[in-house]
Every structure is written in C-alpha cells, then in structure tokens.
C-alpha cells in the first residue's frame, strides 16, 4: 500500500502562497489518482483538488478555483498543492490522499491518506 509524506504547510500571510508537497512511497505512484482534502477546526474535511495518474487531467473545488493548482511530478513520486492569494478561510489541516480513480478521489474513496501538514492565513 503506498505511504504519503505531506511537508510544506505554515504560517503565511493574507493574499501570500504556498506550495505543499506529497512523497509517496512505491513504484507504483503513476497508477494512483491523487488528491488534497483539507479540515478546518470544528468543520468537514473538505475535497480540494484531485489529479489522475498521468497528470492530465484535475479538479479543483469551487472554493479554490482560480487559486490553488494541482499538479504532479511522476519522476519523483510527488504531487503538489500551489497555494495563491490564500484567505483566513484557507486555515486548515491539509491532508494528501491515493485513490485508484480520479472520480473516486474526489468523492473521498481513497486508498490512503498521509499524517496532513498545517496551514495558518493570518489576517
């Protein structure tokens, strides 16, 4: 089963970036859909953004759009959240998830999850 390893999150500013990352362990990272999720205290985890194996195709929720971009890198067993003109309402855990199909990872139906990486927007 593939392990996920988030890094990346931290204290940023209003209208400020970040860009996570998520190293999974296998040879195996091309066959997985990937996706990011995210919770914010006293709420539902939240579907971000989700990529499919091969890269070329994602979705994004409505609250990012225009925002934030999925994006992987095969090579290195790595996809990466691209964090733009982050809000107070960005504030979350953000957690890395595999799924076997991109469809199946944006409704959550995934095969693992890492530990997750803290992001602050402070205002």
């Known amino acids: 089963q593939v392990q996920l390893v988030e890094s990346g999150g931290g204290l940023v500013q209003v209208g400020g970036s970040l860009r996570l990352s998520c190293v999974a362990s296998g040879r195996t990272f091309s066959s997985y859909a990937m996706g990011w999720f995210r919770r914010a205290p006293g709420k539902e985890r939240e579907f971000v953004a989700a990529i499919s194996g091969s890269g070329g195709s994602t979705d994004h929720a409505d609250s990012v759009k225009g925002r934030f971009a999925i994006s992987r890198d095969n090579a290195k067993n790595t996809v990466y959240l691209q964090m733009n003109s982050l809000k107070p309402e960005d504030t979350a855990v953000y957690y890395c998830?595999?799924?076997?199909?991109?469809?199946?990872?944006?409704?959550?139906?995934?095969?693992?999850w890492g530990q997750g990486t803290q992001v602050t927007v402070s205002s």
């Open positions: 998830a595999a799924g076997r199909m991109r469809s199946a990872v944006v409704r959550g139906d995934t095969n693992a």
